[in-house]
Protein backbone atom coordinates (compact mmCIF):
# COMPACT_ATOMS: atom_id res chain seq x y z
CA UNK A 1 0.00 0.00 0.00
CA UNK A 2 1.71 3.37 -0.64
CA UNK A 3 0.09 6.70 1.63
CA UNK A 4 1.09 10.04 1.27
CA UNK A 5 1.62 10.63 5.27
CA UNK A 6 3.63 10.43 7.69
CA UNK A 7 5.08 6.69 8.08
CA UNK A 8 5.34 4.89 11.62
CA UNK A 9 8.64 3.78 12.52
CA UNK A 10 9.72 0.02 11.86
CA UNK A 11 10.06 -2.19 14.73
CA UNK A 12 13.21 -3.19 15.71
CA UNK A 13 14.19 -6.03 14.78
CA UNK A 14 17.71 -7.29 16.12
CA UNK A 15 18.46 -11.02 17.23
CA UNK A 16 16.38 -12.50 20.06
CA UNK A 17 18.61 -15.45 20.06
CA UNK A 18 19.64 -15.11 23.46
CA UNK A 19 16.33 -14.50 24.98
CA UNK A 20 14.85 -17.38 26.97
CA UNK A 21 12.40 -19.44 25.29
CA UNK A 22 10.34 -18.16 28.64
CA UNK A 23 10.73 -14.85 28.27
CA UNK A 24 9.79 -15.28 24.23
CA UNK A 25 6.13 -16.86 25.39
CA UNK A 26 5.34 -13.92 27.86
CA UNK A 27 5.85 -11.45 25.13
CA UNK A 28 3.98 -13.58 23.01
CA UNK A 29 0.89 -13.29 25.25
CA UNK A 30 1.87 -9.86 25.86
CA UNK A 31 1.68 -8.87 22.21
CA UNK A 32 -1.44 -10.27 21.54
CA UNK A 33 -2.81 -8.34 24.90
CA UNK A 34 -1.15 -4.76 23.86
CA UNK A 35 -1.96 -5.45 20.35
CA UNK A 36 -5.20 -3.57 18.54
CA UNK A 37 -5.54 -4.51 15.30
CA UNK A 38 -7.50 -2.14 12.53
CA UNK A 39 -10.45 -4.11 12.51
CA UNK A 40 -11.19 -3.99 16.57
CA UNK A 41 -10.24 0.44 15.94
CA UNK A 42 -13.20 0.37 13.38
CA UNK A 43 -15.68 -1.44 15.77
CA UNK A 44 -14.42 1.21 18.52
CA UNK A 45 -14.68 3.67 16.37
CA UNK A 46 -18.69 3.14 15.59
CA UNK A 47 -19.33 2.73 19.18
CA UNK A 48 -17.63 6.10 19.69
CA UNK A 49 -19.98 7.99 17.18
CA UNK A 50 -23.13 6.19 18.89
CA UNK A 51 -21.65 7.27 22.09
CA UNK A 52 -20.63 10.80 21.06
CA UNK A 53 -24.42 10.99 19.83
CA UNK A 54 -25.81 9.67 23.64
CA UNK A 55 -23.68 12.45 24.83
CA UNK A 56 -25.72 15.14 23.72
CA UNK A 57 -28.78 13.78 24.20
CA UNK A 58 -31.55 14.32 26.61
CA UNK A 59 -30.76 11.05 28.41
CA UNK A 60 -26.63 11.60 27.94
CA UNK A 61 -24.31 8.73 28.33
CA UNK A 62 -20.64 8.44 29.89
CA UNK A 63 -19.51 11.13 26.98
CA UNK A 64 -20.26 14.49 28.97
CA UNK A 65 -20.06 16.27 25.90
CA UNK A 66 -20.03 19.70 27.30
CA UNK A 67 -21.80 23.00 25.27
CA UNK A 68 -19.01 25.22 25.50
CA UNK A 69 -20.85 28.16 24.94
CA UNK A 70 -18.57 29.49 22.11
CA UNK A 71 -21.18 30.69 19.32
CA UNK A 72 -18.71 31.95 17.15
CA UNK A 73 -15.70 31.07 14.45
CA UNK A 74 -12.90 33.40 15.18
CA UNK A 75 -12.45 35.74 12.56
CA UNK A 76 -9.05 36.00 13.23
CA UNK A 77 -9.25 39.71 13.38
CA UNK A 78 -9.64 40.04 17.67
CA UNK A 79 -7.75 42.00 19.03
CA UNK A 80 -6.69 43.29 22.42
CA UNK A 81 -4.38 42.12 25.34
CA UNK A 82 -5.37 39.47 27.53
CA UNK A 83 -4.22 36.93 30.35
CA UNK A 84 -4.55 33.49 30.45
CA UNK A 85 -3.70 30.46 32.59
CA UNK A 86 -3.80 26.99 32.08
CA UNK A 87 -4.38 24.68 34.83
CA UNK A 88 -4.54 21.10 34.14
CA UNK A 89 -1.20 19.18 33.39
CA UNK A 90 1.88 19.59 35.61
CA UNK A 91 2.53 22.96 35.25
CA UNK A 92 0.57 26.00 36.00
CA UNK A 93 1.25 28.56 32.97
CA UNK A 94 0.45 32.21 32.80
CA UNK A 95 0.45 34.20 29.59
CA UNK A 96 -0.03 37.50 28.65
CA UNK A 97 -1.29 37.33 24.92
CA UNK A 98 -1.68 39.98 22.17
CA UNK A 99 -3.82 39.81 19.53
CA UNK A 100 -2.66 41.36 16.57
CA UNK A 101 -5.77 41.39 14.42
CA UNK A 102 -4.07 39.86 11.78
CA UNK A 103 -4.35 36.51 12.26
CA UNK A 104 -1.48 37.21 14.52
CA UNK A 105 -0.75 37.43 18.18
CA UNK A 106 2.21 37.54 20.58
CA UNK A 107 2.66 35.81 24.12
CA UNK A 108 4.88 36.41 26.84
CA UNK A 109 4.05 33.22 29.45
CA UNK A 110 5.72 32.21 32.59
CA UNK A 111 5.50 28.19 33.88
CA UNK A 112 4.90 27.63 37.32
CA UNK A 113 5.47 23.92 38.39
CA UNK A 114 2.92 22.91 40.58
CA UNK A 115 3.73 21.22 43.56
CA UNK A 116 3.40 17.66 43.88
CA UNK A 117 1.31 17.72 46.57
CA UNK A 118 -0.98 20.47 45.36
CA UNK A 119 -2.24 17.09 43.60
CA UNK A 120 -4.19 16.39 46.43
CA UNK A 121 -3.93 19.11 48.97
CA UNK A 122 -6.97 21.44 50.09
CA UNK A 123 -9.22 23.45 47.75
CA UNK A 124 -7.99 26.69 49.55
CA UNK A 125 -3.98 25.76 48.52
CA UNK A 126 -5.07 25.33 44.60
CA UNK A 127 -6.69 29.09 43.91
CA UNK A 128 -4.07 30.60 47.08
CA UNK A 129 -1.43 29.00 44.81
CA UNK A 130 -2.95 30.49 41.08
CA UNK A 131 -3.86 33.47 42.52
CA UNK A 132 -0.01 33.96 44.05
CA UNK A 133 1.26 33.47 40.96
CA UNK A 134 -1.02 35.87 38.65
CA UNK A 135 0.25 38.43 41.24
CA UNK A 136 4.25 37.67 40.50
CA UNK A 137 2.98 37.78 36.82
CA UNK A 138 1.28 40.92 36.56
CA UNK A 139 3.99 42.59 38.83
CA UNK A 140 6.37 41.91 36.53
CA UNK A 141 4.73 42.48 33.30
CA UNK A 142 3.04 45.30 34.43
CA UNK A 143 5.38 47.35 36.85
CA UNK A 144 3.47 50.74 36.47
CA UNK A 145 0.44 48.84 37.33
CA UNK A 146 -2.54 48.99 35.47
CA UNK A 147 -5.41 51.40 34.80
CA UNK A 148 -8.08 49.04 34.98
CA UNK A 149 -8.73 45.00 35.55
CA UNK A 150 -6.76 42.40 32.85
CA UNK A 151 -9.46 40.32 31.44
CA UNK A 152 -8.50 37.16 32.14
CA UNK A 153 -9.58 33.94 30.27
CA UNK A 154 -9.16 30.84 32.41
CA UNK A 155 -8.36 27.40 30.99
CA UNK A 156 -9.22 24.50 33.55
CA UNK A 157 -8.37 21.20 31.87
CA UNK A 158 -11.42 19.22 33.38
CA UNK A 159 -14.56 18.45 33.00
CA UNK A 160 -16.76 21.21 33.86
CA UNK A 161 -20.25 21.58 33.39
CA UNK A 162 -20.70 24.84 31.95
CA UNK A 163 -23.82 26.92 31.90
CA UNK A 164 -22.49 30.16 30.73
CA UNK A 165 -18.68 30.80 29.54
CA UNK A 166 -17.92 32.32 33.24
CA UNK A 167 -18.36 29.35 34.69
CA UNK A 168 -18.08 25.40 35.31
CA UNK A 169 -18.90 23.59 37.67
CA UNK A 170 -16.03 20.37 38.18
CA UNK A 171 -18.25 16.97 37.47
CA UNK A 172 -15.00 14.95 38.62
CA UNK A 173 -11.19 15.09 39.01
CA UNK A 174 -9.24 13.62 36.48
CA UNK A 175 -5.32 13.10 35.79
CA UNK A 176 -4.49 12.10 39.84
CA UNK A 177 -5.65 15.14 40.81
CA UNK A 178 -8.01 15.07 43.92
CA UNK A 179 -8.53 18.30 45.46
CA UNK A 180 -11.14 18.12 48.01
CA UNK A 181 -14.50 20.90 47.93
CA UNK A 182 -14.17 21.43 44.57
CA UNK A 183 -16.00 18.36 42.72
CA UNK A 184 -19.35 19.95 42.62
CA UNK A 185 -18.63 23.55 42.70
CA UNK A 186 -18.10 26.25 40.49
CA UNK A 187 -14.96 27.02 40.18
CA UNK A 188 -14.77 30.66 38.69
CA UNK A 189 -16.19 32.38 41.95
CA UNK A 190 -13.40 30.24 44.00
CA UNK A 191 -10.48 31.42 41.75
CA UNK A 192 -11.94 35.10 41.55
CA UNK A 193 -12.53 35.12 45.42
CA UNK A 194 -8.54 34.04 45.47
CA UNK A 195 -7.68 36.87 43.06
CA UNK A 196 -9.14 39.31 45.03
CA UNK A 197 -7.73 38.34 48.49
CA UNK A 198 -4.09 38.79 46.84
CA UNK A 199 -5.40 42.03 45.67
CA UNK A 200 -4.64 41.56 41.28
CA UNK A 201 -6.51 43.80 39.30
CA UNK A 202 -8.32 40.81 37.44
CA UNK A 203 -11.14 39.85 36.13
CA UNK A 204 -11.90 35.93 35.04
CA UNK A 205 -14.14 36.53 31.79
CA UNK A 206 -14.19 32.97 30.53
CA UNK A 207 -13.71 29.74 32.04
CA UNK A 208 -12.12 27.55 28.73
CA UNK A 209 -11.19 23.80 28.24
CA UNK A 210 -7.96 23.54 27.04
CA UNK A 211 -9.77 21.34 23.76
CA UNK A 212 -11.78 24.30 22.82
CA UNK A 213 -8.79 26.58 23.69
CA UNK A 214 -6.79 24.76 21.12
CA UNK A 215 -9.62 24.38 18.66
CA UNK A 216 -10.60 27.99 18.68
CA UNK A 217 -6.81 29.21 18.77
CA UNK A 218 -6.15 26.53 15.73
CA UNK A 219 -9.26 28.21 13.78
CA UNK A 220 -7.67 31.86 14.71
CA UNK A 221 -4.68 30.93 12.23
CA UNK A 222 -5.98 27.74 9.99
CA UNK A 223 -9.36 27.72 8.46
CA UNK A 224 -9.18 23.94 7.29
CA UNK A 225 -8.96 23.18 11.36
CA UNK A 226 -11.83 21.31 12.52
CA UNK A 227 -10.67 19.94 15.79
CA UNK A 228 -9.45 20.90 19.28
CA UNK A 229 -7.49 17.55 20.34
CA UNK A 230 -4.99 17.25 23.59
CA UNK A 231 -2.54 14.17 23.96
CA UNK A 232 -1.11 14.96 27.23
CA UNK A 233 -1.20 14.17 30.64
CA UNK A 234 -4.73 13.37 29.94
CA UNK A 235 -6.60 13.93 26.85
CA UNK A 236 -9.73 15.00 25.00
CA UNK A 237 -11.13 16.90 21.83
CA UNK A 238 -13.71 19.48 21.22
CA UNK A 239 -15.40 20.44 18.20
CA UNK A 240 -17.99 22.91 16.80
CA UNK A 241 -21.64 21.32 16.52
CA UNK A 242 -24.98 23.23 15.78
CA UNK A 243 -27.33 24.40 18.31
CA UNK A 244 -30.35 22.75 16.48
CA UNK A 245 -28.04 19.16 16.51
CA UNK A 246 -27.68 19.44 20.46
CA UNK A 247 -31.18 17.65 22.14
CA UNK A 248 -30.14 18.37 25.51
CA UNK A 249 -30.24 21.72 24.73
CA UNK A 250 -33.68 22.21 23.80
CA UNK A 251 -35.43 25.26 25.47
CA UNK A 252 -32.16 26.02 26.99
CA UNK A 253 -31.33 28.57 24.41
CA UNK A 254 -31.87 32.38 24.82
CA UNK A 255 -33.72 33.90 22.09
CA UNK A 256 -31.16 35.52 20.62
CA UNK A 257 -28.69 32.35 19.77
CA UNK A 258 -30.27 31.28 16.42
CA UNK A 259 -30.71 27.54 15.99
CA UNK A 260 -27.88 27.18 13.22
CA UNK A 261 -25.52 29.07 15.08
CA UNK A 262 -22.15 27.15 16.43
CA UNK A 263 -21.64 25.95 19.55
CA UNK A 264 -17.73 24.60 20.61
CA UNK A 265 -18.68 21.00 22.61
CA UNK A 266 -15.92 19.89 25.15
CA UNK A 267 -16.92 16.37 23.83
CA UNK A 268 -14.43 14.81 27.38
CA UNK A 269 -14.23 11.47 25.81
CA UNK A 270 -11.94 10.26 28.06
CA UNK A 271 -14.67 9.00 29.72
CA UNK A 272 -15.81 6.46 25.98
CA UNK A 273 -16.59 3.32 27.36
CA UNK A 274 -16.69 3.77 30.94
CA UNK A 275 -18.82 0.67 30.39
CA UNK A 276 -15.86 -1.16 29.02
CA UNK A 277 -18.25 -2.89 26.05
CA UNK A 278 -15.26 -2.33 23.23
CA UNK A 279 -12.21 -1.22 25.07
CA UNK A 280 -9.57 -3.57 24.68
CA UNK A 281 -8.43 -3.42 28.17
CA UNK A 282 -5.37 -5.51 30.03
CA UNK A 283 -5.76 -6.59 33.26
CA UNK A 284 -3.07 -3.67 34.03
CA UNK A 285 -5.26 -1.63 32.39
CA UNK A 286 -7.51 -2.55 34.95
CA UNK A 287 -5.70 -2.84 38.31
CA UNK A 288 -4.58 1.16 37.17
CA UNK A 289 -8.49 1.93 37.63
CA UNK A 290 -8.91 -0.01 40.81
CA UNK A 291 -6.12 2.00 42.28
CA UNK A 292 -7.07 5.56 40.70
CA UNK A 293 -8.51 7.80 42.98
CA UNK A 294 -11.61 7.90 40.99
CA UNK A 295 -12.16 4.07 39.96
CA UNK A 296 -13.95 3.32 37.01
CA UNK A 297 -13.71 6.62 35.29
CA UNK A 298 -12.04 7.82 32.11
CA UNK A 299 -11.42 4.81 31.21
CA UNK A 300 -10.59 5.63 27.22
CA UNK A 301 -8.04 7.92 29.14
CA UNK A 302 -6.27 5.53 31.18
CA UNK A 303 -5.23 3.34 28.04
CA UNK A 304 -3.72 5.93 26.03
CA UNK A 305 -2.73 9.26 27.95
CA UNK A 306 0.31 10.69 29.01
CA UNK A 307 -0.57 10.07 33.14
CA UNK A 308 -0.70 6.26 32.63
CA UNK A 309 1.52 5.52 29.98
CA UNK A 310 4.91 5.00 31.79
CA UNK A 311 2.42 2.98 34.96
CA UNK A 312 1.30 0.62 32.44
CA UNK A 313 5.34 -0.42 31.71
CA UNK A 314 5.55 -0.89 35.54
CA UNK A 315 2.89 -3.47 35.95
CA UNK A 316 4.00 -5.26 32.84
CA UNK A 317 7.81 -5.60 34.37
CA UNK A 318 6.20 -6.18 37.81
CA UNK A 319 4.04 -8.78 36.77
CA UNK A 320 7.23 -10.60 34.97
CA UNK A 321 8.92 -9.82 38.36
CA UNK A 322 6.53 -11.60 39.69
CA UNK A 323 6.55 -14.95 38.09
CA UNK A 324 11.05 -14.60 38.81
CA UNK A 325 11.21 -13.95 34.73
CA UNK A 326 13.27 -10.60 35.06
CA UNK A 327 15.56 -8.89 37.49
CA UNK A 328 16.46 -11.86 39.61
CA UNK A 329 18.40 -10.74 42.87
CA UNK A 330 17.60 -6.75 41.74
CA UNK A 331 16.37 -4.24 44.08
CA UNK A 332 13.06 -3.59 43.31
CA UNK A 333 12.12 -0.58 46.01
CA UNK A 334 11.73 1.63 43.57
CA UNK A 335 9.71 -0.17 40.74
CA UNK A 336 7.31 -0.62 43.55
CA UNK A 337 6.66 2.81 43.47
CA UNK A 338 3.74 3.37 41.80
CA UNK A 339 4.00 6.32 39.18
CA UNK A 340 7.84 6.12 39.65
CA UNK A 341 8.13 5.80 35.40
CA UNK A 342 6.72 8.89 34.09
CA UNK A 343 5.94 8.87 30.50
CA UNK A 344 9.08 9.77 29.90
CA UNK A 345 10.25 6.50 30.34
CA UNK A 346 8.87 4.68 27.89
CA UNK A 347 9.45 7.26 25.72
CA UNK A 348 13.90 7.41 25.90
CA UNK A 349 13.64 3.78 26.05
CA UNK A 350 12.11 4.23 22.57
CA UNK A 351 14.26 6.40 21.62
CA UNK A 352 17.66 4.93 22.45
CA UNK A 353 19.81 4.61 19.14
CA UNK A 354 21.78 1.91 20.42
CA UNK A 355 21.72 -1.73 19.57
CA UNK A 356 22.74 -2.85 23.16
CA UNK A 357 20.24 -0.47 24.43
CA UNK A 358 22.36 1.23 26.57
CA UNK A 359 20.49 4.49 28.05
CA UNK A 360 17.97 2.14 28.24
CA UNK A 361 20.25 0.23 30.77
CA UNK A 362 21.61 3.81 32.29
CA UNK A 363 17.70 4.71 32.50
CA UNK A 364 16.73 1.52 34.73
CA UNK A 365 20.02 1.98 36.51
CA UNK A 366 19.39 6.01 37.54
CA UNK A 367 16.08 5.78 37.99
CA UNK A 368 15.52 2.17 39.91
CA UNK A 369 19.02 1.47 41.00
CA UNK A 370 18.70 -2.16 38.48
CA UNK A 371 20.78 -3.68 36.75
CA UNK A 372 19.52 -5.15 33.60
CA UNK A 373 20.74 -7.76 31.44
CA UNK A 374 20.46 -7.46 27.50
CA UNK A 375 17.29 -9.99 27.27
CA UNK A 376 15.95 -8.04 29.77
CA UNK A 377 16.13 -4.63 27.66
CA UNK A 378 15.51 -6.43 24.66
CA UNK A 379 12.08 -7.12 26.13
CA UNK A 380 11.49 -4.09 27.91
CA UNK A 381 11.65 -1.98 24.33
CA UNK A 382 9.65 -3.98 22.61
CA UNK A 383 7.09 -3.37 25.73
CA UNK A 384 7.54 0.25 25.10
CA UNK A 385 6.79 -0.32 21.87
CA UNK A 386 3.76 -1.61 22.14
CA UNK A 387 2.70 1.11 24.97
CA UNK A 388 3.26 3.47 22.58
CA UNK A 389 1.81 2.05 19.84
CA UNK A 390 -1.41 1.47 21.66
CA UNK A 391 -1.70 4.54 22.59
CA UNK A 392 -2.16 6.50 19.42
CA UNK A 393 -3.80 3.39 17.60
CA UNK A 394 -6.33 3.77 20.37
CA UNK A 395 -6.20 7.99 20.49
CA UNK A 396 -7.32 8.12 16.95
CA UNK A 397 -10.96 6.72 17.20
CA UNK A 398 -12.35 9.42 18.62
CA UNK A 399 -11.10 11.58 15.70
CA UNK A 400 -12.10 9.17 13.16
CA UNK A 401 -15.59 9.21 15.35
CA UNK A 402 -16.13 12.88 15.04
CA UNK A 403 -15.01 13.32 11.42
CA UNK A 404 -17.92 10.53 10.82
CA UNK A 405 -20.30 12.31 13.10
CA UNK A 406 -20.03 15.47 11.26
CA UNK A 407 -19.69 14.09 8.00
CA UNK A 408 -15.69 15.89 7.41
CA UNK A 409 -13.96 14.23 4.36
CA UNK A 410 -10.90 16.36 5.55
CA UNK A 411 -9.91 17.93 8.02
CA UNK A 412 -7.21 19.63 9.99
CA UNK A 413 -7.18 18.20 13.74
CA UNK A 414 -5.21 20.50 15.37
CA UNK A 415 -3.40 18.67 18.46
CA UNK A 416 -1.10 19.80 21.59
CA UNK A 417 -0.12 17.86 24.37
CA UNK A 418 3.10 16.29 25.44
CA UNK A 419 2.22 12.85 24.23
CA UNK A 420 1.61 14.59 20.94
CA UNK A 421 4.52 16.82 21.08
CA UNK A 422 7.18 14.45 22.45
CA UNK A 423 6.19 11.14 22.32
CA UNK A 424 8.54 9.11 19.43
CA UNK A 425 6.28 8.16 16.58
CA UNK A 426 3.00 8.71 18.02
CA UNK A 427 1.91 11.18 14.82
CA UNK A 428 2.91 8.32 12.21
CA UNK A 429 0.92 5.83 14.34
CA UNK A 430 -1.54 8.00 14.72
CA UNK A 431 -1.51 8.51 11.09
CA UNK A 432 -1.34 5.26 9.91
CA UNK A 433 -4.50 4.30 12.18
CA UNK A 434 -6.49 6.79 10.80
CA UNK A 435 -5.53 5.09 7.64
CA UNK A 436 -6.84 2.12 8.78
CA UNK A 437 -10.03 2.68 10.42
CA UNK A 438 -10.78 4.59 6.69
CA UNK A 439 -9.35 2.95 4.22
CA UNK A 440 -8.29 5.27 2.00
CA UNK A 441 -7.48 4.64 -1.53
CA UNK A 442 -3.75 4.13 -1.89
CA UNK A 443 -1.55 6.86 -3.54
CA UNK A 444 -3.54 10.10 -2.31
CA UNK A 445 -2.94 12.34 0.41
CA UNK A 446 -4.05 11.72 3.55
CA UNK A 447 -7.67 13.40 3.54
CA UNK A 448 -7.78 13.68 7.79
CA UNK A 449 -4.39 14.56 9.14
CA UNK A 450 -3.01 15.86 12.56
CA UNK A 451 -1.38 18.77 12.59
CA UNK A 452 0.39 20.47 15.61
CA UNK A 453 -1.99 22.80 17.30
CA UNK A 454 -1.27 26.86 18.09
CA UNK A 455 -1.21 27.29 21.92
CA UNK A 456 -4.67 26.63 22.76
CA UNK A 457 -4.44 27.52 26.47
CA UNK A 458 -2.47 30.64 25.84
CA UNK A 459 -3.90 32.12 22.61
CA UNK A 460 -6.92 29.95 22.45
CA UNK A 461 -8.20 31.26 25.95
CA UNK A 462 -7.13 34.95 25.10
CA UNK A 463 -9.15 34.88 21.83
CA UNK A 464 -12.46 33.27 23.49
CA UNK A 465 -12.55 35.89 26.15
CA UNK A 466 -12.28 38.58 23.01
CA UNK A 467 -15.04 36.86 21.75
CA UNK A 468 -16.89 36.98 25.04
CA UNK A 469 -16.07 40.56 25.39
CA UNK A 470 -17.51 41.32 22.09
CA UNK A 471 -21.02 39.40 22.71
CA UNK A 472 -21.41 41.06 25.88
CA UNK A 473 -20.79 44.45 24.25
CA UNK A 474 -23.40 43.90 21.99
CA UNK A 475 -26.04 42.46 24.51
CA UNK A 476 -25.65 39.09 23.21
CA UNK A 477 -25.75 35.75 25.38
CA UNK A 478 -23.41 33.46 26.69
CA UNK A 479 -24.91 30.69 28.73
CA UNK A 480 -28.05 29.56 28.98
CA UNK A 481 -31.71 30.81 28.60
CA UNK A 482 -32.24 33.09 32.34
C1 LIG B 1 -9.75 16.31 31.25
C2 LIG B 1 -10.10 17.20 30.07
C3 LIG B 1 -8.85 17.71 29.40
C4 LIG B 1 -7.90 16.57 29.09
C5 LIG B 1 -6.61 17.06 28.48
C6 LIG B 1 -8.76 15.25 30.84
O1 LIG B 1 -8.37 14.52 31.96
O2 LIG B 1 -10.90 15.71 31.78
O3 LIG B 1 -10.89 18.29 30.50
O4 LIG B 1 -9.21 18.38 28.23
O5 LIG B 1 -7.61 15.86 30.27
O6 LIG B 1 -5.96 17.98 29.29
Not at 250 to 258: S, T
Not at 331 to 347: G, Q, R, V, Y
Request: net charge negative.
Amino acid sequence: MVHLGPKPPQHRKGTWTDVSETLLADLKELEEQLTVSGETLKKITAHFITELDKGLSKKGGNIPMIPGWVHDFPTGKETGNYLAIDLGGTNLRVVLVKLGGNRDFDTTQSKYSLPEHIRTAKSEELWGFIAKCLKKFVVEEFPEGCTSNLPLGFTFSFPASQSAINSGILQRWTKGFDIEGVEGHDVVPMLQAAIEKEGVPIDIVALINDTTGTLVASMYTDPEAKMGLIFGTGCNGAYYDVVQDIPKLEGKIPDDVPQTSPMAINCEYGSFDNEHLVLPRTKYDIQIDAESPRPGQQSFEKMISGYYLGEVLRLVLLDLVSKNHIFANQPLEKLNKAFIMDTSFPAKIEEDPFENLSETQELFQEVLGIETTSPERKIIRRLAELIGERSPRLSVCGIAAICQKRGYKTAHCAADGSVFNRYPGFKERAAQALREIFEWEDGVEDPIVLVAAEDGSGAGAAIIAALTQERLKKGLSVGVKQ
